[in-house]
């Protein structure tokens, strides 16, 4: 159905929605701070008094049960999230997460506390509810798989340092953040710094939330999403969309295994070559210039994190043959013993999201010290594997 013409219009308390007349629709757009209290009241105010048919939010169902369900982390099973290789998934929505709570606690506001109020204004005045948002997952695999290597180890630094590096922000700040112009720039930036990252995380978000706007039931409808995808829902808003298209998970890439099992050949050709040309003596010196620095990289790292000592000694050994081999990384190792020999507790689970905001906080907590564990010792043996291949050729005369 074609959006015949938008007009943004004030309304009390302050003033951030848009309206999309359709004819015999209309389409209430409220564009929110995530952690503003007048975002939350505004809200419920624009809901009670237009008492729509039907309300869309910002969410999926993932984020739906977890921000409605206080009891979520005591069901997280690290064992589960270790095997799958999601880590890295979770470390990133920790981190966001934890940067939300700390501007959240500052204002005295729960992160996606607007989203709730929409949940229980929605019920209030007997609306339909509507998860217009993808899947958090199917949006996080491709935003991953757009990035050229050097972005994905400038994003993963960044989240991971986001949660210690926010400055002093007060509520007036957050609000300016709900202003259209200034959300444009910072797009901007974002793209000319990571043209990969805007379209997965931000584009396809715009046209999969309007697609979905635009397919709810009734005649008066609102819809509460972030500031930032106002202006792109409302550009998408004529074109047809196909959300299972961008619903698609990205093919797996095979260029990290190529390139893991590249290196696998050439050391292990180098061990052969210094076998079979040399003597007993050459393989061992470079069965030694290839242990060494792997183990002791992986020790090294693996005792910043404060680990046990019998998974520091797992890393040690596991380390030169991890390195040696592209489907299983030592930080699965490492990060299992851990959570084996220091097993997290209910309460433990629970507090993760208090303890990602301060560093201290993530080495007190068992759970997100076995995910500590796991960045490290895997950064610690690709370094050591780095100085490893470098020490290995040089051995090649």
């Known amino acids: 159905m074609p959006v015949t013409h938008y007009l ?45 048919d039907t309300v869309c939010v910002e969410l999926d169902r993932t984020r739906y ?34 940067y939300q ?8 506001v729960k992160p996606g506390a607007e989203m709730l109020a929409a949940i229980e204004a929605a019920k209030e005045v007997g609306a339909e509810l509507v998860l217009a ?7 996080l695999k491709r935003t991953w798989a757009s990035l050229r290597f050097w972005d994905k180890a400038r994003l993963a630094s960044g989240l991971l340092a986001t949660p210690f590096s926010m400055g002093d922000i007060d509520e007036a700040q957050i609000e300016e953040l709900k202003d259209r112009d200034t959300i444009s720039e910072m797009l901007e930036e974002l793209a000319a710094a990571m043209p990969g990252l805007k379209r997965p995380l931000i584009d396809e978000r715009d046209q999969y939330l309007m697609s979905s706007v635009l397919e709810a039931k009734g005649k008066k409808i609102v819809v509460v999403v972030g500031a930032g995808h106002v202006a792109g829902m409302v550009k998408h808003g004529n074109s047809p969309t196909d959300r299972q298209l961008l619903s698609r998970l990205p093919p797996p890439s095979h260029t990290g295994k190529i390139v893991g099992w590249v290196i696998t050949l050439v050391v292990l050709g180098a061990f052969y070559f210094g076998w079979t040309q040399h003597s007993s003596e050459s393989f061992y010196e470079m069965l030694r210039a290839w242990i060494l620095p792997t183990s002791i990289g992986c020790g090294l790292a693996t005792l910043l994190s404060r680990a046990h000592p019998l998974t520091l000694l797992s890393g040690i050994l596991a380390a030169p043959l991890t390195t040696l081999n592209p489907t299983i990384g030592v930080g699965m190792v490492t990060a299992l013993v851990e959570a084996w020999v220091r097993r997290p507790t209910v309460a433990d689970c629970e507090q993760i999201p208090e303890s990602m905001l301060s560093l201290r906080g993530w080495y007190q907590n068992r759970a997100t010290r076995v995910l500590l ?13 780095a100085v490893g291949v470098t020490w290995v050729l040089s051995l090649l005369r």
């Open 8 to 52: 943004a219009t004030l309304m009390e308390p302050s003033g951030h929605v848009t309206h999309i007349d359709q004819g015999d629709r209309e389409i209430s757009i409220v564009g929110t701070a995530h952690v503003s209290q007048r975002s939350v009241e505004e809200v419920r105010h624009v809901i009670g008094q237009i008492r729509p």
């Open 373 to 385: 564990v796991f960045v490290l010792s895997s950064l610690g043996a690709s370094l050591g594997m």
């Open 101 to 108: 709570k700390k501007i959240g606690a500052r204002l005295g």
């Open 133 to 139: 948002d993808r899947d958090i997952q199917v949006t």
């Open 65 to 98: 049960e977890a921000l409605v369900d206080a009891n979520r982390w005591r069901n997280l099973d690290l064992f589960q999230i270790i095997r799958e290789k999601k880590v890295l998934y979770l470390l990133a929505s920790l981190a966001l997460s934890a």
